[in-house]
């Protein structure tokens, strides 16, 4: 079982930077490739980022390529998503999952990742 806890978010104005974690006690974090989803009121969950488990291969949605980074942190348990640029449209509870496989064909896909956080609230104004 692995336990996510993301934290970071917050209220913060268009062209602003947030910079969400997803914390997690299992030992074995690092066997775990995780993905970054978010979700807007009134619309489906939909994909941000991911990581594979070592780091070495990092995917984007294409509304938040070049603005949004994904990074790792093994030996602390925790994965980071640098959000910059925001914009009023980023606003959304976001929610990171973890996956035993995170490949360049699984990515994306929400129903393949079994572990979930509680979601931290995300809001840009304009």
């Known amino acids: 079982q692995v336990q996510l806890v993301e934290s970071g978010g917050g209220l913060v104005q268009a062209g602003g930077s947030l910079r969400l974690s997803c914390a997690t006690s299992?030992?074995?974090?690092?066997?775990?490739?995780v993905g970054w989803f978010r979700q807007a009121p009134g619309k489906e969950r939909e994909f941000v980022s991911a990581i594979s488990r070592n780091g070495g291969m990092t995917y984007f949605a294409d509304s938040v390529k070049g603005r949004f980074t994904i990074s790792r942190d093994n030996a602390k348990n925790t994965v980071y998503l640098q959000m910059t640029s925001l914009k009023p449209e980023d606003t959304a509870v976001y929610y990171c999952?973890?996956?035993?496989?995170?490949?360049?064909?699984?990515?994306?896909?929400?129903?393949?990742?079994?572990?979930w956080g509680q979601g931290t609230q995300v809001t840009v104004s304009s």
């Open positions: 299992g030992r074995t974090f690092s066997n775990y490739g």
């Open positions: 999952a973890a996956n035993l496989l995170v490949s360049s064909g699984t990515y994306y896909r929400s129903d393949l990742y079994p572990y």
